[in-house]
């Protein structure tokens, strides 16, 4: 079982509509979580980030988390054709320190 | 604020050799972290830096090492390269009282023919 799992995609979503990404990981002692979006080409982008249970809203981007289930999300409202990139989500385990560990990201495209 | 520097951005090396690559992290940054980017294995740990201290270190060959500066600088080296080796290496700085949050360079984007 691999430690962050993510659907890798591709996802195809009409411009407008809501994007709806999801993550899964093995270490239940988890702490942090993050999304980071990455076009083709070019390096990894912080989107957001959460700690506790729940929801947490920046934007056009609401990050979900729910510990018991080992389960975090990502949703993009009002998709816009710039959305699309991969989406990586990513972990700090158990273990804490600053080992990210990555999920293998989803292809995310929106369709104008 | 100036964000994450990688020195150099491409590089093109043949086996065996061996290559140096260089961060400086976020002004008042004092956490680097390092990763390499593959196709097939994704985004993976290589090792953390802080006060010029190693602190973690991922499932990476002896062959990869690294060093902290006093300054934060920090660099990465690869001995005896092989072509598996060839992938985008990101650097990846964190100021320590923000939570672990850390922000990426653009990469170095290495191939080994």
């Given at each position: 079982q691999k430690e962050v799992e993510q659907n890798s995609g591709p996802l195809s979503v009409p411009e407008g509509a809501i994007a709806s990404l999801n993550c899964t990981y093995s270490?239940?002692?988890s702490q942090s979580f993050f999304w980071y979006r990455q076009y083709s080409g070019k390096?990894?982008?912080?989107?957001?980030f959460?700690?506790?249970?729940?929801?947490?809203?920046d934007g056009r981007f609401t990050a979900q988390l729910n510990k018991a289930s080992q389960y975090v999300s990502?949703?993009?409202?009002?998709?816009?054709?710039?959305?699309?990139?991969?989406?990586l989500c990513a972990v700090i385990g158990s273990q804490g320190a600053q080992k990210l560990v990555f999920g293998q990201g989803t292809r995310?495209?929106?369709n104008p | 604020k100036a964000?994450?520097?990688q020195t150099p951005r491409y590089?093109?090396?043949?086996?065996?050799?061996?290559?140096t690559l260089s961060c400086s992290p976020i002004s008042g940054h004092r956490s680097v972290s390092w990763y390499q980017q593959t196709p097939g294995q994704g985004l993976q740990f290589l090792f953390e830096y802080f006060s010029e201290t190693q602190r973690n270190k991922g499932n990476f060959p002896g062959r990869f090492s690294g060093r902290q500066f006093s300054n934060s600088r920090s660099e990465m080296n690869v001995s005896t390269l092989e072509l598996g080796d060839s992938a985008l290496y990101l650097c990846a700085s964190s100021d320590q009282g923000r939570r672990n949050i850390q922000y990426f360079g653009a990469g170095t984007r290495l191939s080994v023919l």
């Open positions: 270490d239940r002692g390096s990894p982008e912080l989107i957001m959460i700690y506790s249970n729940g929801d947490k809203e990502l949703l993009i409202r009002d998709s816009q054709p710039s959305d699309s990139a991969t989406y995310l495209t929106i | 964000g994450v520097t590089l093109i090396k043949t086996r065996g050799q061996q290559v």
